[in-house]
Nanobody, 124 residues
Framework: VQLQASGGGLVQTGDSLRLSCAAS????????KGWFRQAPGKEREIVAA????????WYPDSVKGRFTISGDSAENKVYLQMNTLTPEDTAVYYC??????????????????WGQGTQVTVSS
């Protein structure tokens, strides 16, 4: 499975942005997916995850209520809708996928498939 993220850009505080992740390989629909970000000088952190069947989603408190992850099995894509962006959201965003099922206690790690990052910059 190969992943390719896109949709990043330069926006202003309060704006919205939608990231897309396109995957190759039919196995993608059977994987749990996640979006991560890494800001300069900081560790990579997860911002959203979705279960293999697309029913369950998880978010850290830092983005809960502002970010929404969704999947499109027919198109082999996963999206990250980001609203009310702030400069603290500035980072390189990555999409990822994992074979094992995830839960509220495990969604933050265990991803074996990674796409290249897409830069999101939020100006004040």
């Amino acid at each position: 499975v190969q992943l390719q993220a896109s949709g990043g850009g330069l926006v202003q505080t309060g704006d919205s942005l939608r990231l897309s992740c396109a995957a190759s390989g039919r196995a993608f629909r059977n994987l749990a997916k996640g979006w991560f970000r890494q800001a300069p000088g900081k560790e990579r952190e997860i911002v959203a995850a979705i279960s293999r069947n697309g029913v369950h989603t998880w978010y850290p408190d830092s983005v809960k209520g502002r970010f929404t992850i969704s999947g499109d099995s027919a198109e082999n894509k996963v999206y990250l809708q980001m609203n009310t962006l702030t400069p603290e959201d500035t980072a390189v965003y990555y999409c990822a996928a994992r074979s094992n099922a995830i839960s509220s206690g495990t969604y933050q790690s265990g991803y074996g498939y990674w796409g290249q990052g897409t830069q999101v910059t939020v100006s004040s």
